[in-house]
């Protein structure tokens, strides 16, 4: 099941891959399946659903694609849409989500999308990994059925995670304080899980988890993808042991969280197309403020009209990028919420707003010491926190 909202005088279509971390045993499947069952099967999905952010169909919510056919594509498959396994006596579940894809695409094919001009595949989170995973397989298959005018594109939010060292490690108990690497690892045996080709032919029999990792599997995809990703990804910073709780934290993990922007943002910069803020948070695509974050004075949408026109014009000659019209924004400032535009940032225990100087203190942040470093008067480094530079 999915849900489709036409747009009959376009031609742009938008398949949108949701998110939700995933199970990798018998063990956390059954809790998934206790606790979040929407999650694992479409018994209760509601009949309709309202599409926020870039699946709004409200200009103002979404200057990029509001007049697109949005596909919205529910995550029940638990596999980070890689799965290609049915129920058997062996298998309480079925995983199936690199098949539940190609069967849309089937359906769509009947209900208008034979026509299209351009295919993007979107996802957040679990389903931002799904684009990289499926992006390229999604237009060999339309190649295949005779439709090659369809230009296929991926937009992958917060789907690009580091199989870098933990802040503290931890055994492999459940799908929160599991290694990724270790996670992944078990999951593909688990859901018969399967990578592209490509990829694939890159590692070693046995090492396709790799694929998972989007600095891993980038070089080896066909399809112009844009990648979405914060530098502080909350997900990231979970799986990493960071547990960002009411207590200030310790210097080594002050010193993590900085080092992980810094690793982040270094993966990004062989990505053509790609727009990292220095915030913390995580998932950005569907939410109804995903318009107001910028990167060096560039908001998202306006990003994405730009990577349009880039492909588009497909440099024809190869000339540099368009003037005014930037792809690669990543920004350079070195800690959570140092650029003024990231979303707001809440307490998680009083629920109260904060601003970038409270958040730094409750982070343990240090500005004398800081300000040291940095050969700054504090008052001078406030006066830059707050404002952004």
Known sequence: RYYLKESKGSRRWLLFLEGGWYCFNRENCDTRYDTMRRLMSSREWPATRVGTGILSSQPEENPHWWNANMVFIPYCSSDVWSGASSKSEKNEYAFMGALIIQEVIKELVGKGLSTAKVLLLAGSSAGGTGVLLNVDRVAEQLEEMGYQGIQVRGLADSGWFLDNKQYRRTDCIDTITCAPTEAIRRGIRYWNGI????????????????????????????????????????????????????????????????????????????????????????????????????????????????????????????????????????????????????PTIRDQFTGQEMNVIQFLMHMGFDVQKMAQQQGLEPSKLLGMLSSGN
């Open 195 to 342: 990578v592209p080709e490509r990829c694939k032919l890159q590692f070693k029999e046995g090492e396709e988890w790799n694929c998972f990792f989007g600095y891993k599997i980038y070089p080896t995809l066909r399809c112009p993808v844009f990648v979405v990703q914060w530098l502080f990804d909350e997900a990231q910073l979970t799986v990493d042991n960071v547990h960002l709780t009411g207590q200030p934290v310790q210097e080594g993990q002050w010193l993590y969280i900085q080092n992980l922007g810094r690793e982040l943002r270094n993966t990004l910069k062989d990505v053509t197309a790609s727009f990292a803020p220095a915030c913390l948070s995580h998932e950005i695509i569907t939410r109804n403020h995903w318009t107001d974050i910028q990167v060096k004075g560039t908001s998202l949408p306006r990003a994405l009209h730009c990577w349009d026109r880039s492909l588009h014009e497909s440099n024809k000659n190869g000339k540099a990028p368009l003037k005014g019209c930037p792809i690669h924004l990543i920004d350079s400032c070195p800690w959570p919420h140092c650029n003024p535009s990231c």
